[in-house]
């Protein structure tokens, strides 16, 4: 019996449920271009996925669709088998945690955690009960009967994801909740969103445009751009094989270089002097990662800048063609050329016209 | 911020007891020449120096005029209009501002019209509603009686609460309040109603506040429209009544001490009220939350 009640509240409930997204559409009044066009998508339940793209990609519109504070008028959502998109918020069992907190002001932490419930009319021992739990969870016990303009960043943070997870939602919505906090402060809340995702279980949508964010919290990435789908995979497929060139020049710091080439006879001429086998013959963009290119070997670039970074330094190289390359290097190096050589296993291809990856076209010997 | 000298701050500071004195000085001869007999202030004029006939020139504003029932009528025409406005002007700003109106910019722009409308301009036609606000039910061919609101105070609170200013000032303030708080509201299953009165109200409060007492100093001043609409002594505003002492003298001669007592008496409300809730006003009219 012990046991049990070791169990943290909101753990012992019912774990997320899977996500299943149909043909959503959607277009605002008087825009020219839907912000999406037709997405479908399956988010697994108890997943951590985060929704990654520039501003402006229709991520924060995915999102409220999910929540309900935005129409979904064509397609469906279905939350395990509950069909939602046509339900209030309040009835589809998710929660939100918002960019700038969003507490009430004029509210205590523990009346902004059991708002939610009070107007759920639940009890009110239960209640208690269950701000105590939460409470506990966050380390935000002794500051219950404070007022928000009398906490830190963090811990409003922590009280807006308390005030989500009190009510025990099947789909916890993240809309970019790290973005005000100070560079040290998104590192370690970073942490502790990873570790309660763990422990809660809820189906986790995290929307943001911070690739480091996605890279570190996500068990899937998805990547929007123009309303679409890029790339829907873990993070580690995301960076060792980029769908598209959008995905490839989105990734990374610095991305991957993206260098114009030409097929012609089954061989590209690569850069660095040698040459690779091409099943087809075209206009193609070679992708290479800075942090993979081979220094000390093959043609001799010409360095344009270099940005030293403590640990290592990026140096921006000129190809002989005249595009600019992206490598980087141990810290302190100096001199105006540098030699670099391209490892063939590193080399990524996309079609030049449509973007998307056409790896499987290059013949590594 | 703003360099500071000495010697500029002395300028200032010039300038800031020569408006103080400017707006003060009618004040001042206003409460000395209500010390004074009437036979004095006839004899040498309008007194800046105290006398001893204040208590005196009090008591007759209370038993020989109607000035107490008019300052009655002038609390309850305010505190109507202002208690109205803030009502109203509550929930049209909240329409607007929250509310996805379709045509919520023309809506806006009519409730604006009202402020370039005042009453002022447009007595006549007001006074013909007010006497039969059936009126326009009566025009479409419903068989209703008439009801005339001319002097009562609904009569001569309401033209005053249909106005765009407090619409504008609040609308203004929930334009400062964050958006997501709202949807946090819809999260946490508030609907609209319950975001209004359990968020929005307690986050309003000090912008009320001001709005209640901006109100409240403009139903209490207002002139024009109860000169009109009221017909009957027992009806009238102070305001209204204060220019009746002048000009009802009939054949004698006016009293000046008495109208100046009466003058003191009917603004001690007012000034009450600001020194009161001050705080809130300048608070208000900043419509910043800190």
Redesign the interface.
């Known amino acids: 019996m012990t046991l049990t009640l070791e169990r943290p509240v909101a753990a012992a409930a019912k774990t997320g449920t899977d996500i299943r997204i149909e043909g959503l559409a959607k277009t605002y009044p008087g825009a020219d271009s839907p912000v999406i066009p037709n997405l479908t998508a399956h988010l697994r339940a108890g997943e951590f996925t985060v929704i990654l793209g520039p501003s402006g990609c229709g991520k924060s519109t995915l999102l409220n669709m999910l929540a309900g504070l935005e129409a979904a008028p064509t397609g469906r959502i279905v939350f395990g088998t509950r069909e939602v998109q046509a339900l209030a918020p309040r009835d589809r069992g998710c929660a939100m945690v918002f960019q700038n907190y969003a507490l009430y002001p004029h509210m205590t932490v523990a009346r902004n955690m059991d708002y939610s419930l009070r107007i759920a009319k639940v009890p009110r021992a239960e209640r208690e009960a269950r701000v105590a739990e939460v409470a506990r969870m966050l380390e935000l016990s002794a500051l219950l009967d404070r007022r928000p303009s009398q906490l830190s960043g963090g811990q409003r943070q922590r009280v807006a994801i308390g005030r989500a997870i009190i009510r025990e939602p099947q789909v916890l919505l993240f809309d970019e909740p790290l973005s005000n906090l100070d560079a040290r402060l998104r590192n370690e809340t970073r942490m502790e969103l990873a570790q309660l995702h763990r422990r809660i279980g809820a189906t986790s949508v995290f929307v943001t445009h911070d690739q480091v964010e996605a890279m570190t919290l996500a068990d899937r990435v998805m990547i929007l751009n123009k309303g679409r789908i890029e790339q829907f995979a873990p993070p580690s497929e995301i960076y060792a094989a980029p769908a598209s060139t959008f995905v490839a020049g989105f990734l990374g710091s610095p991305p991957m270089n993206l260098l114009a080439v030409e097929s012609r006879n089954g061989r590209i001429r690569l850069p660095d002097g040698g040459t690779i086998g091409c099943r087809r013959d075209g206009m193609f963009q070679l992708g290479i990662r800075p942090e993979h290119i081979r220094l000390g070997a093959g043609a001799e670039m010409r360095v344009q800048f270099r940005e030293e970074l403590g640990s290592h330094s990026v140096i921006a190289l000129t190809t002989p063609d005249g595009a600019r390359l992206r490598v980087t290097a141990p810290p302190g190096g100096t001199g105006d050329a540098l030699r670099v050589s391209f490892p063939q296993d590193a080399l990524h291809l996309f079609d030049a016209e449509t973007g998307l990856a056409v790896r499987e076209l290059l013949i590594r010997t | 911020m703003i360099e500071t000298r000495t010697s500029f701050d002395r300028i200032c500071m010039g300038i800031l007891w020569l408006g103080i004195l400017f707006i003060l000085a009618p004040l001042w001869i206003a409460l000395m020449t209500a010390s004074h007999s009437a036979v004095d202030v006839m004899r040498s004029g309008l007194a800046w120096y105290p006398g001893p006939h204040l208590v005196e020139n009090v008591i007759r504003v209370f038993t020989d005029t109607r000035i107490p029932v008019q300052m009655f009528n002038s609390l309850v025409v305010a505190l109507m209009t202002a208690v109205g406005i803030c009502i109203l002007s509550f929930c049209t700003a909240f329409a607007l501002v929250f509310l996805n109106l379709r045509f919520g910019w023309l809506v806006f722009a009519t409730i604006f019209g009202t402020i370039l409308l005042p009453v002022d301009i447009r007595v006549v036609p007001t006074y013909q509603v007010m006497s039969n606000i059936m009126e326009p039910f009566a025009a479409l061919g419903l068989p209703v009686s008439q009801i005339s609101l001319v002097n009562t105070h609904i009569g001569l609170a309401l033209p005053a609460i249909a106005h765009g200013t407090g619409t504008f000032m609040l609308r203004q303030f929930f334009r400062t309040v ?1 958006m ?2 709202a ?8 609907g609209a109603l ?1 975001f209004m009165w ?2 929005l109200l ?2 309003s409060r000090p912008a009320l506040a001001a709005l209640f007492v901006l109100m409240f100093l403009g139903g209490w001043t207002n002139y024009l429209w109860p000169l009109v609409a009221s017909s009957t002594a027992d009806m009238q505003t102070a305001v209204v009544g204060l220019a009746r002492l002048a000009t009802d003298g009939d054949s004698r001669a006016p009293d000046f001490p008495l109208m100046m007592a009466a003058a003191s008496t009917v603004s001690l409300i007012p000034l009450t009220l600001i020194a009161v809730l001050q705080r809130f006003l300048v608070r208000g009219m900043a419509l910043t ?2």
């Open positions: 964050p997501d708080l949807r946090a509201a819809r999260m946490d299953g508030a319950r359990d968020v307690p986050l939350e800190k």
